[in-house]
Structure formats: C-alpha cells, structure tokens
C-alpha cells in the first residue's frame, strides 16, 4: 500500500542522547515535512523539503535536523534529545507546496 | 503562531445530528484544507478549498469559506460513530516567498450513538 512509513512507532530516550526518526515514502512526492504534535499545540512544523536536495526550517526547528538526500527519505535527527523535546512526531508528504498533505502514523518519543 | 484556530475545541453530539466547525484565520491564503485524526493515527486530508471557491461538498462534508471575514466551516450532516476523531483546519499561505501549511489546534468531536 502506498503511503508514508516512520520508524520507529514509539521509543524512549535519555536525555542527551542522539536519536534519528526515520521516514519513507512511496509516492513519489515532491515536498515532505516534519511536524510534531503536543497537547493544547496542535501540529507545529519543524522542518520541510520542497525538493530533494533542499531543506527549510520551521516554526520549531531548534534542536534538530533533517537531509534530504533523495525523494524518497527525510529523516529527522535529535542531536542531544532535551526532555521539551517529548512529543509525537509526524512525517507528511505533498505532491508540491499547497497540495494536500499524506501523513505517517507517527513516532512517540519521550525523552526522560 | 498559529494561523487557524478552531472553535469549538469540543463537540459532542447524538448520532444523527449534523456537526459544525469553524476555522478562523488571520492572513491572506492561497487555500484552505480539513483534516481528520483518529486516536493514535496520522491526520488524513479531507477537503481543500481555494481561495477564490465559496464552498465545497464531499459526500457527508460541505465547507464553506468567506475570506472577507476570513473564516471557514465543515459541516458534518448526519454524523456517525465513526465521525467520532479530531479535525483540524490547515491554511496554505506564501509567507516572505516560502509555502507555508499552518494548522490550527483541532476540535475534538465526540459522535454518541
């Protein structure tokens, strides 16, 4: 089935370590973005690819990173993970900018 | 901060009725999307109106959109249980040359059979 796939679902992290969230998609698209879910927050943008090759910053892009090394993969590294930094995190793609979104099922991180 | 902010930020209603939500913005769009979010699962796109559209209908689901008073509405006639899932507004804008998505904080409807 066509879609977006993150790994991993959920995961639990020390604060300070290093953590990369992965996500793939099928479709071919040409924009992806990152986005992270809080209570009372709604969905907050971290970082987005128009293209492969090219990255842009967020509304909350401290703290972490992104590449965008080919259409199909844009993973999503928390450097030193911070306990703010708790939260579910959604990988979406579109087909360019303004074209509806796909999203993942998301990652759970908690960082203790 | 955020561009759309739902209202209500609950509802629940009886199986049957119909449910509205508003989304109100604060600047110029390029357009305007619905999504769904079931419990513990991504959001799922269900609408996107233009700008230059008033209103759109999807099976169960008409949106409306006034950009004078910049505001929208989804209206969910007679709602079922599975309707039961959060919504959230989404506006597409150009801000200082880049696309941007913002969403609004959601409304959180509850469908009582």
């Known amino acids: 089935i066509a879609g977006i796939t993150q790994a991993p679902t959920s995961q639990i992290l020390a604060a300070g370590r290093r953590m990369t969230l992965r996500c793939t998609q099928d479709?071919?698209?040409?924009?992806m973005y990152w986005y992270r879910q809080d209570l009372g927050l709604g969905l907050r943008l971290i970082h987005y690819?128009?293209?492969?090759?090219?990255?842009g910053k967020g509304e909350v892009p401290d703290g972490y990173s992104v590449s965008r090394a080919n259409t199909d993969d844009f993973p999503l590294t928390l450097a030193s993970a911070v306990p703010s930094q708790t939260s579910v995190y959604f990988c979406?793609?579109?087909?360019?900018?303004?074209?509806?979104?796909?999203f993942g099922n998301g990652t759970r991180l908690t960082v203790t | 901060s955020q561009q759309g902010e739902e209202d209500p930020q609950a509802l629940s209603i009886q199986e049957g009725e119909n449910a509205t939500m508003n989304c109100s913005y604060k600047t110029s769009i390029n357009n305007l999307q619905w999504y769904r979010q079931n419990s513990g699962r991504g959001l799922v796109h269900l609408i996107l109106?233009?700008?230059?559209?008033r209103e759109k209908h999807s099976g169960r689901l008409r949106v409306t959109l006034d950009t004078s008073k910049k505001s929208s509405s989804l209206l969910i006639t007679a709602s079922r249980a599975a309707d039961t899932a959060s919504y959230f507004c989404?506006?597409?804008?150009?801000?200082?040359?880049?696309?941007?998505?913002?969403f609004g904080q959601g409304t959180r409807l509850t469908i009582n059979p």
């Open positions: 690819s128009n293209t492969a090759g090219t990255t």
């Open positions: 989404a506006t597409h804008s150009l801000i200082q040359g880049a696309q941007k998505l913002v």
């Open positions: 479709m071919r698209h040409n924009a």
């Open positions: 109106i233009r700008s230059n559209e």
């Open positions: 979406a793609s579109s087909e360019r900018g303004g074209s509806p979104l796909h």
